[in-house]
């Protein structure tokens, strides 16, 4: 048996330098499967991703996945790129297994929670508002070098990470605080700020509408009182006034106490982000 990789379609470039090119997985000359790779819109032409890999149900469990996920690799390698990126529904294991026997790690996931239509109301000495725009302009200014730097401690190259957090943040917020489907709001306790949530409006599924919690923060020296179990109750209530009952977010793997917290408020994983040096 030999497995190779044999191209299905021409070459797609663009002037960025990005590149995408579907597959064939083939045995000795006959279709099995197919694989499609690209370069990561997000984080440049130096970085792959791998969009999906199938072999045909008969032909499983003897290698051929292992073999075509590897020429792939071979050829974004030949493409220049250093690092490549695969998105794993939750609910896949054998394709997790695929992953982590290619030494794929985990770098963050998305997780999402079916909301009930009970409002749950602040704890006591604790109330919200909106955030200004004086707040919104030192915010926006700190969040893309933070969201930069906790890619780039991932592995990312600092000019990689600092391209996809400018490229996002302008992305979902063209209009800053004015953006349609966007809320930022602010948690006070005593008449001083001590966090802020930024929710936003968005379709999770077609013909679904959900939340998204894009930034939830706690300043560190009000940590640890709960806070953070407040802003997401609070992300709740702005997705049910919005009428959508699900509300899903982004954590990276490395967020211990982010993860716990979600887990305990009854978020489950979607989808498993990995990622591998070349």
């Given at each position: 048996m030999t497995t190779t990789l044999r191209p299905s379609g021409p070459l797609q470039e663009g002037a960025d330098g990005a590149r995408a090119r579907h597959y064939d997985v083939c045995d000795n000359g006959r279709p099995v499967g197919s694989v499609a790779i690209s370069t990561d819109d997000a984080f440049g032409p130096t970085a792959g991703v791998l969009r999906s890999l199938s072999v045909e149900e008969s032909r499983r469990r003897r290698g051929r996945g292992v073999i075509a996920a590897?020429?792939?690799?071979?050829?974004?390698r030949g493409w220049g790129c250093t690092q490549v990126r695969v998105e794993v529904p939750a609910d896949n294991d054998p394709a997790r297994r695929l992953a982590a026997a290619l030494g794929y790690t985990e770098r963050s996931r998305?997780?999402?929670?079916?909301?009930?239509p009970d409002i749950a109301p602040l704890p006591a000495g604790l109330t919200s508002r909106d955030m200004s725009e004086e707040e919104f302009a030192a915010w926006r200014q700190d969040?893309?070098?933070?969201?930069?730097?906790?890619?780039?401690?991932?592995?990312?190259?600092?000019?990689?990470?600092?391209?996809?957090?400018e490229a996002d943040h302008a992305g979902h917020l063209p209009a800053g605080l004015a953006t349609e489907g966007v809320r930022f709001q602010v948690l006070v306790r005593a008449g001083e700020v001590v966090g802020h949530v930024w929710v936003a409006l968005r379709e999770p599924a077609p013909g679904g509408t959900g939340g998204f919690v894009f930034d939830v923060e706690v300043r560190e020296e009000h940590r640890g009182r709960g806070h953070g179990r407040a802003l997401m109750l609070l992300a709740e209530d702005i997705t049910r006034a919005w009428r959508a009952?699900?509300?899903g977010l982004h954590v990276f793997a490395?967020?211990?106490?982010?993860?716990?917290?979600?887990?305990?408020?009854?978020?489950t994983t979607t989808r498993y982000n990995l990622a591998k040096a070349l």
């Open positions: 590897l020429a792939a690799e071979e050829v974004l998305n997780m999402v929670k079916d909301l009930g969040a893309v070098r933070t969201y930069a730097q906790g890619w780039i401690d991932r592995g990312v190259s600092p000019e990689q990470a600092r391209l996809k957090s009952d699900r509300l490395s967020n211990t106490p982010a993860l716990r917290l979600y887990e305990s408020l009854g978020y």
